[in-house]
């Protein structure tokens, strides 16, 4: 074996090329990056290099150069494994370095090695290692977590060939608890089987663990649980604290407890166990996903642990049934299981028994004196093949074979036949005995159970190909590709992405000879229709042709679609465990869909959507590391835009006369950049606020054409500003949803803002909303004849920051988080929202869509009391910005106030002891002693604590203001408030 160096900075991807090549035998370095690695190279001269191109401090192509420049080193063969080829383009980093070449990351492990080996054919024989490259290898009990989704899949394929290709129960078991380690990330594994009543047997994969004596009592499933998972197959999940776990409470944090996932052993018909899951590596518990693997994989090697029973099974059955065949020729006439006849020289039939009679339909008088190949199928010249049977068994002594006879009806059987030679004492042919058994029955379970194996194989071979796409269009090809093979079908498309009320098709695939699928064609759900099955909570659907032609939801097709014949379809799922896709395929070759069928559909559904996940995410990232820079350019440019302004206003508002002119322009510049700068701070917030799923819903049963009504009103002034019409059409009957009444009216505002926005005078904007009885929702349809979106564009319309105006003056204006805020308030509410348009310049409709509630009276509203000016207040304001607490103090007296300003806590708190305010409005960052301190030691105080306290800050998300409350705060208010809502506030304190 060789002596290899791998440079790689990921350490997961280092350790997988270390393990792999270690498991054949090289003896590997690593090396973190190429200034490691180059000293290295130089004190063990390695017979290969692999090395990633992509390092810190230097980079592989670097490496590779310094080494040819070494006369010792320079000839070195060395392997780029690396995704930067994609970038950098393999033929030129092999000519660039010589001696090389170029494998792109990921590579399945057999192409791994297969590099490898052939890299190594034309290098030099292999060094033995040294004692310092020994000591350099990577101790064999160092483990790192295998969580990312490209050694996942690389895992789960390894399994499928074991599902496949495993003969050897053992090893099968112990395979799969290894990998199920590797793929959750747990420490420990278990798998208890048991077989009709024997002993059980416990597997592991780990020496150390591979016994219920090994695993702590507290980690082991109570009966209770052990009869779920025998009696209802159902997975468990639940926490164990940790040993000595005191319930007491101490100064020394807890450990945390460990999470334990116990799940059946089992195949749709019968349990032969159950496996346990222990103690994730990264502390969290086992979750739904992490549950979903587990049973999928346990019920995939399942199947296949039962298949090699079968198979073992049957070859015993075989072995036994040579030797009870020998013993049937002396069994007598009445035998009924058994075919046993006699035959004379010549093959004519003399004997018949019952067996016989009931195994072909033939009568003792019917058949008695005809000819053997009576019973042989005559499309196969059964004459000649039988009289062939009769020489040999003459010859021999004895003959068995198993093939095809025919029935009285004509219909055929599969049969076991021994032919025996009976002879006289003087050795002269007396005749034949021939015994025969229907073995139809063992036949079709062979030819299931080589179907089965065929389909894990097509499944395996299929996952390889899916995986190895590095885009959405060619995974989603593949995956229909794949569909085809795995099913027989004729037809099959792949849908991925909800666009304008649709599942685009990103892939299809025909057999030879069947109708083509018309491209740009989309599985419409407008109307519905059977795909609804999937939308709605059905992992699989499965229909013959009768079934989908009798199906309530079929109502034909539309113009243009290919003819279908039966359906088989599964879902796609993405990262939030919701459809993203479908996967359909029609017109089986022949017959109907099995249940086979629709498993291996199902699998490939399960892996296509971990792939596609994969390759979103990576996506995602790309795009997310392009708009970060667009961003903070937006961001820049919004939030200065409102500086110019409101400095040249404060300008003109020391030079201009008070009360004159250009001081009321002046102010009303400033009050309207004010408010433009804290509506993209709230922008921010609220968009910050629902990607953490800290935002808070107030539901209520509210008419939706109501809301609209309402935000059209306030918005006619903006669009008749415009020069736009604007027009709502609503429906006769109120359409109910249960929602927050002011997120909704936002998310309609901010459709009609970018409607405004986005149209020139002249043109139209079109609200409608509507009713639609077969998905049972509410639509909600905002239309204009502006500038259009872009076809690029409308994929990444309700991204943040997406942008469709990247001009330089940037008129008009955002940063792009409009129909972000829109989207995730609409999925709040567990509605979605599309977009579409016919490109730039044909303008733009935006569809949202909510569930409809059932027809109620309409709630009574509160009635929301009238604000009374109760005269003025003695306040303190707690403030360490002077400019802010000084502003304040003279806003807060023009009202008539008394108002004392401290600009500390410890000040804050020795003014309101002689002060004796009615309310203090308090910063929370305050240096020293900060606000929630401030608040704590007044409400300590009998002397303050019936003063009002308003917290007045800038942290506004619901955890700050839930720790206001607890430390005291009466009010909360997000900074800066306007002077209305101050009074307001200060209207309603108590005294």
Request: hydrophobic share 40%.
């Amino acid at each position: 074996m060789a002596t290899i160096l791998i440079v790689e900075d990921h350490a997961i991807s280092r350790q997988m090329l270390s393990n792999l090549l270690g498991y054949k035998g090289h003896h590997v370095l690593e090396a973190a990056d190429g200034v490691e690695a180059l000293a290295l190279a130089r004190a063990e001269h390695p017979d290969l290099i692999i090395t990633d191109v992509v390092m810190p401090a230097m980079d592989g192509l670097e490496l590779v150069r310094r080494l040819r420049a070494d006369a010792a080193l320079k000839n070195i063969p060395a392997i780029f494994y690396t995704a930067a080829s994609l970038r950098t383009g393999a033929r030129e980093i092999e000519e660039q370095c010589g001696n090389s070449r170029v494998l792109p990351k990921p590579s399945d492990p057999q192409v791994i090695l297969q590099t490898v080996d052939e890299a190594l054919a034309i290098a030099q024989p292999p060094s033995s290692p040294t004692p310092a490259a020994v000591a350099f290898r990577r101790p064999a009990n160092k483990t790192d977590p295998l969580r990312g989704t490209e050694l996942q899949l690389a895992v789960l394929i390894d399994l499928g060939f074991h599902l496949v290709r495993q003969r050897e129960p053992t090893k099968l078991l112990n395979t799969f608890c290894g990998a199920l380690r590797e793929i959750l990330n747990c420490r420990r594994c278990l798998l208890v089987v048991s077989e009709n009543g024997d002993e059980e047997r416990c597997f592991s994969g780990d020496p150390e663990d591979a016994s219920a004596a090994a695993w702590p009592a507290r980690l082991l499933p109570p009966p209770q649980i052990l009869e779920r998972l025998k009696t209802k197959r159902a997975p468990v999940r639940w926490l164990v604290p940790p040993a000595g776990a005191d319930a007491e409470p101490s100064s020394v944090a807890p450990a945390p407890a460990k999470s334990v996932l116990a799940a059946p052993f089992a195949t749709p018909s019968r349990v032969h166990g159950h496996f346990l899951l222990a103690d994730k590596k990264d502390g969290t518990p086992f979750d739904d996903q992490d549950e979903e693997m587990a049973v999928t994989l346990g019920a995939q090697t399942a199947l296949a642990y039962e298949n090699i029973l079968l198979v073992d099974r049957l070859l015993k059955q075989s072995t036994d049934l040579r030797l009870s065949e020998e013993r049937l020729r002396l069994m007598i006439e009445g035998a009924k299981d058994y075919a046993i006849v006699m035959l004379d020289p010549l093959g004519n039939l003399t004997t018949w028994n019952a067996g016989a009679a009931h195994m072909t339909g033939w009568s003792a008088a019917e058949i008695l004196g005809r000819h053997l190949d009576r019973l042989y199928p005559q499309d196969e010249d059964g004459g000649r093949h039988a009289r062939r049977v009769l020489e040999l068994a003459e010859l021999t002594g004895q003959h068995q074979e198993i093939g095809e006879r025919r029935r009285k009806d004509g219909s055929l059987f599969w049969a076991d036949v021994t032919i025996s030679a009976v002879r006289d004492a003087a050795g002269q042919l007396r005749g034949f005995a021939k015994v025969t058994r229907d073995i139809t029955g063992r036949k079709r379970a062979e030819e299931e159970q080589e179907r089965s194996r065929q389909g894990l194989s097509r499944l395996a071979e299929a996952s390889l190909k899916v995986v190895r796409e590095a885009d959405v269009e060619g995974m989603l090809q593949a995956v229909s590709e794949a569909a085809l093979l795995l099913t027989d079908a004729r037809l099959a498309a792949c849908g991925h992405g909800y666009v304008t009320g649709q599942f685009i098709v990103g892939g299809s695939a025909r057999a030879e000879g069947a109708p083509a699928c018309p491209e740009g064609r989309g599985f419409r759900l407008e109307k519905g229709g059977v795909y609804m099955d999937l939308l709605e909570g059905a992992d699989t659907i499965r229909l013959t042709d009768v079934e989908l032609r009798a199906h309530p939801r079929w109502w034909g097709l539309p113009d243009g679609h290919v003819p279908m014949r039966g359906l088989l379809g599964a879902k796609l799922t993405g990262r939030d465990a919701r459809s993203s896709g479908l996967l359909l395929v029609t017109d089986k070759a022949t017959g109907e869909f099995t249940a086979e069928d629709e498993s291996l559909l199902r699998q490939l559904a399960t892996l296509a959507s971990l792939a596609l996940q994969h390759v979103e995410v990576r996506i995602a990232l790309e795009r997310s590391d392009q708009r970060k820079s667009q961003f903070l350019g937006m961001l820049s440019h919004e939030l200065r835009n409102p500086l110019a302004p409101i400095r040249n206003s404060l300008y003109i508002l020391e030079r201009a006369a008070p009360g004159g002119e250009q001081a009321l322009r002046a102010k009303t510049v400033i009050d309207r950049q004010v408010s433009q700068l804290t509506r993209l701070v709230d922008d921010l917030l609220d968009v910050t606020r629902i990607s953490r799923g800290k935002i808070q819903i107030q539901r209520e049963l509210l008419d939706v054409g109501d809301v609209a009504r309402r935000a059209v009103e306030d918005y006619r002034s903006v669009f008749a500003k415009s020069g736009v019409e604007l027009t709502l059409h609503l429906p006769e009957c109120p359409l109910w949803v249960s929602g927050d009444r002011t997120r909704i009216a936002q998310i309609i505002g901010n459709l009609l803002s970018n409607s405004a926005k986005f149209t020139e005078a002249g043109g139209q904007t079109v609200v409608v909303v509507e009713e639609n009885t077969n998905l049972r929702q509410v639509i909600l349809r905002v239309r204009d004849t502006g500038i259009g979106i872009a076809p690029e564009m409308l994929p990444r319309m309700f991204e943040e920051f997406a942008q469709a105006d990247t001009t330089l003056d940037r008129s008009k204006g955002g940063l792009g988080l409009g129909l972000a805020l829109v989207r995730g308030l609409v999925e709040l509410h567990g509605g979605a929202v599309t977009a579409k348009s016919g490109g730039l310049g044909k303008g733009a409709e935006v569809t949202v869509r909510f569930p409809l509630e059932a027809a109620q009276a309409l709630a009574a509203e509160p009635v929301r009391g009238v604000v009374s000016n109760a005269g003025a207040r003695r306040v303190l304001v707690i403030e360490d910005n002077v400019d802010a607490a000084e502003s304040l103090r003279e806003a807060l007296e023009l009202g008539d106030h008394m108002v004392e300003v401290a600009y500390s806590g410890t000040e804050g708190l020795e003014k309101a002891r002689a002060f004796r305010p009615d309310v203090i409005l308090c910063d929370i960052g305050l240096p020293g002693m900060d606000g929630y301190a401030v608040a704590r030691a007044m409400r300590s105080d009998p002397k303050l604590s019936g003063v009002s306290l308003v917290a007045l800050t800038g942290y506004a998300l619901p955890e700050d203001l839930a720790r206001a409350k607890a430390a005291g705060f009466d009010e909360h208010l997000a900074k800066p408030p306007s002077v209305e809502k101050l009074e307001e506030l200060l209207s309603r304190m108590r005294r």
